[in-house]
């Protein structure tokens, strides 16, 4: 059975700083590209970062982009998200998730996590 | 940035009904979109990729249509584990630029 499971979320102050992992089990987590997602309170979803299986290749939502790094450690199963300069509207439950295909991505993702939960607020 | 606009903002149907929800991209992205359902207090659910495949395990009263710049999710006889909020999401071009739209609730009449 699939699982992926986040931890890491919590409560920090603006301009804060905090590391999200998502450890997977169930499948051969070397083979598949990963995403995480956001969702804010009261919206819809936001991509954020996605990574490739080998960690070659990472992309990230421009809102994130030279503050947030998406990485993975093939040999623990875990993904990562750390979070630097952190605003009030990264406030939200933030998923990781699971790409549909073994080595080359489609980039749709059908396994996903419970979510974390990250609140910004002094 | 390619920019997801789905219609209705919401749907008010009866178990039984049928809907129809749409999803209209800003440039045309070929077949690359999937569809999620997503619950209060779930992680979203793929329903569909390229535009008209099946997810695994999902049952056939779901069904996806479309290319180029709009496409349609349609929920036939709709179950009351249904009544959900329904997302688009494409792959974008090279690098990938994932988006998603702003969804569609449908609930119950």
């Known amino acids: 059975e699939v699982q992926l499971l986040e931890s890491g979320g919590g409560l920090v102050q603006p301009g804060g700083s905090l590391r999200l992992s998502c450890v997977a089990s169930g499948f051969t987590f070397s083979s598949y590209a990963m995403t995480w997602v956001r969702q804010a309170p009261g919206k819809g979803l936001e991509w954020v970062s996605v990574?490739?299986?080998?960690?070659?290749?990472?992309y990230h939502a421009d809102s994130v982009k030279g503050r947030f790094t998406i990485s993975r450690d093939n040999s623990k199963n875990t993904l990562y998200l750390q979070m630097n300069s952190l605003r009030a509207e990264d406030t939200a439950i933030y998923y990781c998730?699971?790409?549909?295909?073994?080595?080359?991505?489609?980039?749709?993702?059908?396994?996903w996590g419970q979510g974390a939960l990250v609140a910004v607020s002094s | 940035e390619i920019v997801l606009t789905q219609s209705p903002a919401t749907l008010s149907l009866s178990p039984g009904e049928s809907a129809t929800l749409s999803c209209r991209a800003s440039?045309?992205?070929?077949?690359?979109l999937a569809w999620y359902q997503h619950k209060p207090g779930q992680p979203p659910r793929l329903l569909i990729y390229?535009?008209?495949n099946r997810a695994t395990g999902i049952p056939a009263r779901f069904s996806g249509s479309g290319s180029g710049t709009d496409f349609t999710l349609t929920i036939s006889s709709l179950e009351p584990g249904d009544f959900a909020v329904y997302y688009c999401?494409?792959?974008?071009?090279?690098?990938?630029?994932?988006?998603f739209g702003g969804g569609t609730k449908v609930e119950i009449k």
């Open positions: 440039q045309r992205i070929g077949g690359y």
């Open positions: 990574i490739s299986a080998n960690s070659v290749l990472t």
């Open positions: 390229d535009a008209s």
């Open positions: 999401q494409q792959r974008g071009d090279w690098p990938p630029t994932l988006t």
């Open positions: 998730a699971k790409d549909v295909q073994q080595q080359v991505p489609m980039y749709y993702f059908d396994y």
